[in-house]
């Protein structure tokens, strides 16, 4: 397994602009998770999904964050319009199941938002 | 939810000393409890995790140990060498059924000196 793949890598955009960013998860794992990475806050979980239905998006920072999972094997995260306080690595994991097993992550995407 | 601190936030060593991190959480209902590796600019990676049934758990230099009493678990690296230098992260979980998400600690950075 190629292991949970994000894209891009790396993206830089202007203040205003639509990021989306994409996941895909590890085959047969059934629970999807979004963090952010900064300095200042660690690691943050910003949404789950158990077999493809968002469960909990209390850690969306505002509503110009939206995740969607059509499938069981794609995820997107976008923000719109992007402001630079969202300049983050942005990290997609996978697992089992939602707790009680260790997470996969993704190589993450870096974010800057000028 | 679960409150997470990992102690120390920085950890200096010298090549082949020993290095022990501790992670204390508030949630007796956990029952998962793992430890993670981030190099710079790379994603966490699970490098190893205990249950609340097994007290100890080894793999060649690292290991953990679990007080459940206590609510802490630990990270034990001896004979550290340059290659561990990185973050690194505890997130218990668990609950009935694997039902509770992972809280992430802020991170502990090891540096081991040549």
């Known amino acids: 397994d190629a292991g949970v793949i994000q894209s891009p890598r790396h993206e830089v955009t202007e203040m205003g602009q639509e990021v989306t960013l994409r996941c895909k998860p590890i085959?047969?794992?059934?629970?999807l998770f979004w963090y952010r990475q900064t300095m200042m806050r660690g690691l943050e979980l910003l949404i789950y999904?158990?077999?493809?239905?968002?469960?909990?998006d209390s850690g969306m920072p505002e509503d110009r964050f939206s995740a969607k999972m059509p499938n069981a094997s794609f995820s997107t995260l976008k923000i719109q319009p992007s402001e630079p306080r969202d300049s983050a690595v942005y990290f997609c994991?996978?697992?089992?199941?939602?707790?009680?097993?260790?997470?996969?992550f993704g190589s993450g995407t870096r974010l800057t938002v000028v | 939810g679960e409150n997470v601190e990992q102690h120390p936030s920085t950890l200096s060593v010298q090549e082949g000393d020993s290095a022990v991190i501790k992670c204390t959480y508030s949630?007796?209902?956990?029952?998962?409890f793992p430890w993670y590796k981030q190099e710079l600019g790379k994603r966490p990676q699970l490098i190893i995790d205990?249950?609340?049934?097994?007290g100890e758990k080894k793999d060649q230099r690292i290991a953990v140990t679990l007080n459940k009493t206590a609510k802490h678990f630990s990270l034990h690296i001896t004979e550290t060498q340059p290659e561990d230098s990185a973050v690194y992260f505890c997130?218990?979980?668990?609950?009935?059924?694997?039902?509770?998400?992972?809280?992430f600690g802020r991170g502990t950075s090891l540096i081991v000196h040549p």
């Open positions: 994991a996978s697992s089992y199941q939602t707790g009680g097993r260790g997470y996969t």
């Open positions: 085959s047969g794992h059934n629970s």
């Open positions: 999904f158990n077999n493809n239905v968002p469960i909990d």
């Open positions: 949630d007796s209902a956990s029952n998962y």
């Open positions: 205990i249950r609340s049934n097994v």
């Open positions: 997130a218990p979980s668990g609950g009935p059924g694997g039902s509770y998400i992972p809280t």
